[in-house]
């Protein structure tokens, strides 16, 4: 969640090819992970919707998913 929020804090709202670029740096923790997976049945997300609230792959999302069952 840190992550996120710093990328926040230092992109800010940043245009298409800005994010595209951004998204090859992010890394996450595995808490981070978890608790992203606990956002998705808490708010009861699919993988898109997920990956479009947090700006994520919905490839990472499925890959998490198989990773943390």
Do not use: C
């Not at 479009?52 to 198989?66: E, Q, Y």
């Amino acid at each position: 969640m840190d992550v996120i929020r710093l990328n926040t804090i230092i992109t800010g709202s940043a245009n298409g090819e800005n994010i595209r670029y951004n998204q090859k740096l992010k890394s996450y923790d595995k808490r981070t992970i978890l608790r992203i997976l606990d956002y998705q049945k808490k708010h009861r997300l699919n993988n898109t919707q997920l990956a479009a609230h947090f700006s994520l792959s919905r490839n990472s999302v499925t890959k998490w998913k198989k990773l943390f069952p």
